[in-house]
């Protein structure tokens, strides 16, 4: 059994004991900013006269030749060492002998540590960002192709008023867009530098904290050394903003999923998103979506978790906090394959346009600007609001849709139908006359996807080159 503490020890440590303690079946992900950040300590270490630029020469080759080995496939993380940070210095040492083993002068395990998460994460924020961007230019695209698409607006899950599938498909736009606003909010508070902060208390070392952040393009070090070691608010703010990612997903998920069912038949998803039944040879089932509708409760379980291990921690660092490696890597894992996978299925979707918007039509989702109609001639809204609810009712019976009236049936509700109620009740007419920012109006959603195509154009404050 690898391990760096053994002195303070007369008995080895039991098997079970060691292995429940040991965190290298997962921390091993950790091993590019366990290395990253072993170079730029050396690098400071030697700037600073604790190691002799021949040693921080010595220890930078000999991790640079770690790193290559390890990507490489010529070296392996096995479990025989107790973690990450274990690893490399063992085998530093090995390669460079006594140089090797003045690589953790100045730091603890909980800075090392730390700090290999903050890296983890931040190059973890920048995938999940461009995932997050990538899903909104195909959002894009598709709004530009869809918007003088009509189909049924719902609230309460019943018909309401007619939309623009581009309007429709814009409410997500927006919720992806604060989703990568929260993914650059948490870059912006967690970029400062834990290391340097010691087991919790710092170090008699003269370290230059702000040399080593600047080589690890953090924006500076943290300024409490126990809290930068005892600090997991960036992971359940990141955990957050996936939940949040992840229920987004999920409610797009499910409206393709109803709408994907033979009694709406709006969209049909590409084979390649689908599969069929072992018994049924009809069926083509929505499978990706309904696996991603359900993981989301995974990646709330994640949050969830990570949460309650943290509510009752004391100052400083706990061995509890090993847990929020698996739970975090799991919900990483989890959100950036349904954002790839659900991006995939809403590129190569088909959407069924005529059949939108002869829901429509069918249902009476034009009501209210018929009732605008004999407003507009003079009608009280509480009149026209009740005649138009009776012409509802009349169409409910002969099953059919407003527009499919005769004038003369209009004129039997009311005398102040005329030709023009046609044109009023229009599906063109009752979406294009909705002008106001916001609307689903092609004048108002042209700005909106002006608005859109700027901002995908430009890159985050936050976002590296």
Partial sequence: MAQLWGGRFTKETDQLVYNFNASIDFDRKFYRQDIRGSIAHVKMLAKQGILTEEEGRQIVQGLEGILQDVESGKLEITSEYEDIHSFVEAVLIDRIGDAGKKLHTGRS???????DMKLYIRDELEETDALVKKLMTVLERLMEDNLHTYMPGFTHLQKAQPVTLAH??????????????????????MNYCPLGSGALAGTTYPLDRAYTAELLDFYGPTDNSMDSVSDRDYVIELLAALSTIMMHLSRFCEEIITWNTNEYRFVEIDDAYSTGSSIMPQKKNPDIAELVRGKTGRVYGALMSLLTTMKGLPLAYNKDM??????????????????????????????????????????????TDAADYLVGKGVPFRDAHGIVGR???????????LDDLSLEEYRS?????????????????????RITRGAPGASAMETVLAKNREYLAGQQPWERK
Avoid at 327 to 350: E, H, N, Q, V
Avoid at 391 to 401: D, P
Avoid at 413 to 433: G, H, L, Q
């Fill in 109 to 115: 395990r909980n800075d090392q540590v730390a700090l």
């Fill in 168 to 189: 429709h498909l814009g409410a997500y736009f927006e919720m992806f867009r604060r989703d990568r606003g929260r993914l650059g909010d948490i870059y912006e508070r």
């Fill in 322 to 367: 090993q847990e929020d490696k698996e739970l975090t890597f799991d919900a990483l894992d989890t959100a950036k394959g349904c954002l790839a996978l659900f991006t995939g299925m809403l590129d190569t979707m088909k959407f069924r346009r005529d059949v939108m918007e002869a829901s429509a039509k069918n249902g009476f989702t034009n009501a």
């Fill in 391 to 401: 012409l509802v009712l009349a169409c409910i019976e002969k099953n059919c849709a």
């Fill in 413 to 433: 509700f009311s005398p102040v139908f005329d030709e023009d109620i046609y044109e009023a009740i229009s599906m063109k007419t009752c979406v294009e006359k």
